[in-house]
C-alpha cells in the first residue's frame, strides 16, 4: 500500500516538470475542483466518524473532541 | 552645489521609486481573503438498528441528531485570516436513554413501575432516563498568516466541546508551502485534544457498587430480579446477579496527538490529486461507559415481567430488561493509520468527477476502505446537481463479539456494532447554487452559494440511517 502510494506521489512530482500557469487553471479552479470535502458536508461526515471504527484522512478530523471515536 | 543638488534629486528619485515600488507591491498584493465570510451549516440525522451498543449489542439503535454550525471567516488584513467557529448538536437517543432503562434520572433510584413492582425497561423502547438527549456544543477559534508571495501559510486554533459525559479542549497548529508555481503544496498538521469523561453508568451496575453490592437497596429495592427460567432469585442467596467486576472506569482521561501530511498536487490543466496521511495516537479510557457488555458464560437475569424473557431478543419486548454483565472494555492506547487519496477530473464544462479512496489500519484489529465518487453536472452557471455514492468496508475489532457471545474471560470486550465486521453503501443526491454577484442580500450579507444534499446509509448489520444537510455561504458587502 505505502509503495503503490510512494510511487503515485513520484509520478505526480515527475508530471509537476511542466507547470500549469496561473493563467491556465481556469477549470482548476472551478468549485467543484476543489482538493477536499465540501463544507455543507461536514455532519454528514461526522455521522461516519461516529458509525464506523474509521476516521481521518480527508483533512479534517481524525479523532478527540468527542467520545465517538 | 550641482552635485549635491543631482544627488539629492537622484536620492530622493530613488527612495521616491524604492517607496513607489513598495506601494505598487501593495496595491498588487491579492488579499487572501477580499471580505468577511460566514457559512452556515444545518442538517437533520436520523437512524434506526438493532443492535444498540448501550444495551449489550441488542435492542433499538433509534436515533435523531439536529445541528447547525456557523464559521465566521474575517479577513484582519491582506495576509492574516481571523475564523470562529460555533457548532450546537442536540440529539434524541433510544439507546442512550436505556443507560436507565426504567426512568428517572441516571444518578439516582427513580423509575417507573407498574402498581405491582413491574419495571416498563426494555432494550427495545425509548425509556424517560436524562441520557435521552443530549446537547453536544463546540467552539473553535482560528488564525492563519499566508507570506507575501502567498506560498506558505501557517495556521493555529483552539477548540472547546462538551457534551453532558465528555469535555475536550484542542490545540492545533498546521502549515502549508506551494512551489512550482502553485502547482504542487505540502503541508503538516499536528492537534492534540485533551478530553475527559464525566462518565454515566448503566443504572444497574452503578447502583450495584454505590449500595455495596445490596439487592434490596437504591434501584433494587423493591424490585424482583428473575432469572432465565423466569424464577424470581433470593436476593439473599448464594446464587444472584453481579457484575464481573467491582469497579467501573480506571481514568477518566481521553487524550488524542494527531500528525497529519498532506501532498498536492496538479497533474494537468484538467485533473490534480491529494494524499494525505495521519498518524494518531490515543491513550486514556477509550471504551464508552454507558455501553453494556452479556457474556455468553455468565448466567442471565432480568427485571420486568418474567413471561417475556424467551422473547427477550425480539422487537416485540417491552417489558423485561436483562442486567448487564459489565461495562464495555478496551485497551487504553490505540494507534490509527488513515491514508486518504484524493482526485479530480474536469472532463467538460457540464461534468466534473470527483473521487476519493480511504485505507485505515488500527492496532484494534481494524483496518477498512472507503470509496467514493462525486459527479457534479452543471445545469446552467448557477445550478449544478452532484449525484453521490460511498462504499465502506471494516473488519471487526479483535474485541468486538454479538450480544452473549462474548467471554467473561477475555481482558477487552464490546458488544458495539461501529467496531464490528461490515459494509455500507451511501447514495446521495446534491443541488447546489451559487451566484457570484451575490445579489440576494439579508442585512449587510450577500448569498453566494446554498448547497442541499440528502443521502441515504445502509449497513448490512441491519442499521439504516439518512441524513439531510444545508450550506449556505454569505459575504459581506
Not at chain 1, 1 to 13: C, D, E, F, Q, T
Amino acid at each position: 500500500m505505502i509503495k503503490k502510494l510512494s510511487l503515485l506521489v513520484l509520478i505526480g512530482s515527475l508530471t509537476s516538470c511542466v507547470a500549469v500557469k496561473e493563467y491556465e487553471k481556469v477549470y482548476l479552479n472551478d468549485p467543484d475542483m476543489i482538493l477536499a470535502s465540501k463544507n455543507a458536508h461536514k455532519f454528514e461526515t461526522s455521522f461516519q466518524v461516529y458509525r464506523e471504527g474509521s476516521a481521518g484522512a480527508n483533512g479534517g478530523k481524525s479523532g478527540g473532541g468527542c467520545g465517538c471515536n | 552645489m550641482k552635485k549635491i543638488t543631482l544627488i539629492a534629486v537622484l536620492l530622493f528619485t530613488s527612495i521616491g521609486y524604492s517607496q513607489a515600488s513598495q506601494d505598487s507591491t501593495k496595491i498588487y498584493k491579492k488579499r487572501v481573503l477580499e471580505t468577511a465570510e460566514v457559512d452556515i451549516i444545518s442538517s437533520l440525522y436520523t437512524q434506526d438498528g438493532d443492535n444498540a451498543a448501550v444495551t449489550g449489542g441488542i435492542g433499538t439503535e433509534k436515533l435523531t441528531d439536529l445541528a447547525t454550525s456557523i464559521t465566521i471567516s474575517i479577513p484582519l488584513n491582506d495576509d492574516d485570516v481571523f475564523t470562529l467557529d460555533g457548532t450546537i448538536s442536540a440529539y434524541s437517543s433510544a439507546s442512550s436513554s436505556n443507560t436507565n432503562p426504567f426512568g428517572g434520572d441516571d444518578d439516582d433510584d427513580e423509575g417507573n413501575y407498574s402498581a405491582n413492582g413491574i419495571s416498563f425497561g426494555s432494550p427495545w423502547i425509548e425509556s424517560s432516563g436524562a441520557s435521552k438527549s443530549d446537547v453536544w456544543v463546540n467552539g473553535d477559534i482560528g488564525y492563519s498568516h499566508s507570506s507575501d508571495d502567498r506560498n506558505s501559510v501557517a495556521g493555529a486554533n483552539i477548540s472547546f466541546a462538551k457534551e453532558y459525559d465528555y469535555t475536550s479542549f484542542g490545540l492545533g497548529g498546521s502549515f502549508a508551502k506551494l512551489f512550482n508555481e502553485k502547482n504542487t503544496e505540502i503541508s503538516a498538521k499536528a492537534t492534540i485534544y485533551i478530553d475527559s469523561w464525566q462518565p454515566i453508568y448503566p443504572v444497574e451496575l452503578k447502583t450495584y457498587i454505590e449500595k455495596n453490592q445490596n439487592l434490596n437497596a437504591g434501584f433494587f429495592n423493591g424490585i424482583n430480579i428473575y432469572n432465565q427460567n423466569g424464577i424470581a432469585i433470593d436476593k439473599n442467596g448464594a446464587t444472584v446477579w453481579s457484575p464481573l467486576k467491582s469497579s467501573l472506569i480506571d481514568t477518566k482521561s481521553r487524550n488524542t496527538y494527531s500528525f497529519s501530511l498532506g501532498f498536492s498536487q496538479i497533474l494537468s490543466k484538467r485533473a490534480q490529486f491529494s494524499v494525505f496521511l495521519d498518524f494518531v495516537q490515543q491513550n486514556g479510557w477509550l471504551a464508552n461507559p454507558m455501553q453494556r457488555v452479556c457474556f455468553s458464560d455468565r448466567a442471565n437475569y432480568y427485571i420486568g415481567n418474567p413471561t417475556s424473557i424467551p422473547n427477550y431478543t425480539s422487537s416485540s419486548n417491552k417489558d423485561v430488561f436483562q442486567l448487564a454483565d459489565d461495562i464495555e472494555r478496551m485497551p487504553q492506547t490505540r494507534f490509527k493509520v488513515p491514508v486518504g487519496l484524493r482526485f479530480n477530473y474536469y472532463i467538460n464544462e457540464l461534468v466534473n468527477v470527483r473521487t476519493y479512496y480511504r485505507y485505515y489500519y488500527d492496532d484494534w484489529g481494524v483496518t477498512s476502505h472507503t470509496a467514493s465518487i462525486e459527479l457534479p453536472v452543471k445545469i446552467s452557471d448557477r445550478l449544478t446537481l452532484y449525484p453521490t455514492y460511498r462504499y465502506y468496508i471494516q473488519t471487526a475489532a479483535d474485541y468486538f463479539a454479538p450480544y452473549e457471545q462474548l467471554f467473561s474471560t477475555d481482558e477487552f470486550y464490546t458488544s458495539d456494532y461501529d467496531l464490528s465486521k461490515f459494509d455500507s453503501n451511501q447514495f446521495g443526491f446534491g443541488i447546489s447554487y451559487t451566484d457570484i454577484f451575490t445579489k440576494g442580500k439579508i442585512w449587510k450579507l450577500g448569498l453566494k452559494n446554498v448547497d442541499l444534499k440528502y443521502s441515504s446509509y445502509k449497513r448490512n448489520t441491519g442499521l439504516s440511517a439518512g441524513i439531510i444537510s444545508a450550506g449556505f455561504k454569505f459575504v459581506m458587502d
